[in-house]
């Protein structure tokens, strides 16, 4: 029991004298210390990021990325500006696109419509027209009578129907067939055919 006492005062004296001189060690070696006490601050520094490893400060180093971050900030602004003015353009042909192909449409549509037409007009006599080369026969017969005799002729037909000969018909036949007709009828005619 007596061993035991000894071993817990002495242990006791032990931890009493390690605390005294970890209070007392900045006292005894004040050189040492400092050091420790520096390269402490040191690395709390470079924890931190107020120094850099080599002993600069950051001070300068964060005022820089702060007027580099304000640069950046500035042209991140005008990109979004700039995007925002493409998007805007790119609705508007998106718009234009639509409305050209509305009306592409609508011109496929007339077209056709013109075709049917064009189809259906018919000759002198009420007769509709009827294969290629049925017309193109009527046609030249008709074109190969004198120009007196077509110019009678020509008289009766309603525009339409000289239209649709003046396109079926050749360079020569076209030129007799615009002899036939006054002057006013024949200007008309070309009017309508180059438009």
């Known amino acids: ?6 071993i817990g005062i002495g242990a006791g004296a032990f931890v009493g004298l390690l605390i005294l001189l970890f209070f007392l060690y900045p ?4 050189d040492k210390a400092g050091e420790v006490q520096t390269r402490q601050v040191d690395e709390e520094l470079l924890i931190r990021g107020d120094r850099l490893p080599n002993g600069v400060t950051t001070s300068g180093v964060f005022e820089n990325l702060k007027a580099e971050l304000d640069t ?5 602004e005008l990109l979004l500006a ?11 042909l998106a718009a234009e696109r639509d409305e050209l192909e509305q009306r592409s449409a609508e011109a496929a549509a007339a ?6 037409r ?4 018919s000759l002198a006599g ?12 009527r046609v030249k017969s008709l074109l190969n009578l004198d120009e007196e005799e077509l110019a009678e002729i020509v008289k009766h037909m309603d525009d339409d129907q000289l239209i649709l000969l003046y396109r079926n018909s050749g360079n020569m036949q076209r030129e007799k067939l615009l002899r036939s007709l006054a002057p006013p009828r024949a200007a008309k005619l070309m009017r309508t055919v180059m438009s």
Do not use: H, P
Not at 27 to 30: A, P, R, V
Not at 111 to 116: G, I, M, Q, V, W
């Open 126 to 137: 009420g007769t509709s027209v009827m294969g290629d080369e049925a017309f193109s026969e």
């Open 27 to 30: 006292y005894i070696q004040s």
């Open 1 to 6: 029991m007596k061993a035991l006492k000894f």
């Open 118 to 121: 064009q189809e259906s007009v």
């Open 82 to 92: 700039r995007v925002d003015s493409l998007m805007d353009a790119n609705e508007q």
């Open 111 to 116: 077209l056709e419509k013109a075709e049917s």
């Open 72 to 76: 950046l900030g500035r042209e991140r």
